[in-house]
């Protein structure tokens, strides 16, 4: 098998981010809705994929990886623009007549690591999370929910900004099976692992880099 050529990956993605396009409110309401219109979409292969892994009946599968993912994208939405906003701060006297504000501002590349117990929710929420704060994202599902991983690499190509998001099954995306190879290793700046913290953390090979449990 060929190692996939990840530097390549996020130097298009970084690149693409420093356009700015991804900064932009429109992009991400544009993605957000995307992202539901996504899940609904996919409603019917989500629960069989969630069944064959986990043998996790409809019911279950609504409340906890499709309604939820949905609720996310829609509280991101109606959010989005007051979160964009500067915050002020009190200014402390030595700095008058200067002023104190907080922007929030979006750090890059992300790495987006699946778990396999919530193939969908730690997967899905995350990405809702990475673009409504004007991020790229790479997606790695966890390869034990193997047909949940399946269905996130085919329904995200077909919805969402490819420039932008992308979804790789190899392992290697993590960054640290063959010594080193992945993500990680060629500059993304953020991981949002949907697994424990400090598991994910050590499979993206990130050290003390920024990672966001």
Excluded: C
Excluded at 5 to 23: C, I, N
Excluded at 110 to 116: E, K, V
Excluded at 164 to 181: I, P, S, Y
Excluded at 184 to 199: E, I, N
């Amino acid at each position: 098998m060929s190692t996939p050529d990840y530097t390549s990956l996020v130097h298009s993605q970084r690149t693409y981010f420093k356009t700015g396009k991804t900064r932009a409110a429109s992009w991400r309401v544009a993605q957000l809705k995307a992202i539901k219109a996504m899940i609904e979409a996919s409603r019917g292969a989500i629960r069989e994929a969630l069944w064959h892994d986990l043998r996790r009946n409809e019911t279950d599968a609504d409340l906890m990886d499709i309604d939820i993912n949905i609720h996310e994208a829609e509280l991101a939405l109606a959010h989005l623009h007051d979160w964009m906003k500067p915050r002020r701060e009190a200014t402390p006297i030595v700095l008058e007549p200067g002023h104190v504000r907080v922007r929030r501002d979006p750090l890059g590349v992300t790495l987006i690591i699946g778990a396999w117990n919530e193939p969908f929710m730690l997967t899905l929420g995350p990405l809702v999370s990475a673009i409504a704060a004007g991020n790229t994202a790479v997606v790695k599902p966890s390869e034990v929910s193997e047909a949940s991983a399946a269905v996130v690499a085919e329904m995200i190509p077909k919805f969402l900004d490819p420039a932008a998001v992308a979804v790789h099954l190899d392992d290697r995306a993590l960054g640290q099976v063959g010594g080193g190879t992945g993500v990680a290793d060629h500059g993304g700046d953020l991981a949002l692992p949907g697994q424990d913290g400090q598991v994910g953390q050590d499979r993206a090979g990130l050290g003390h880099d920024p990672v966001q449990a």
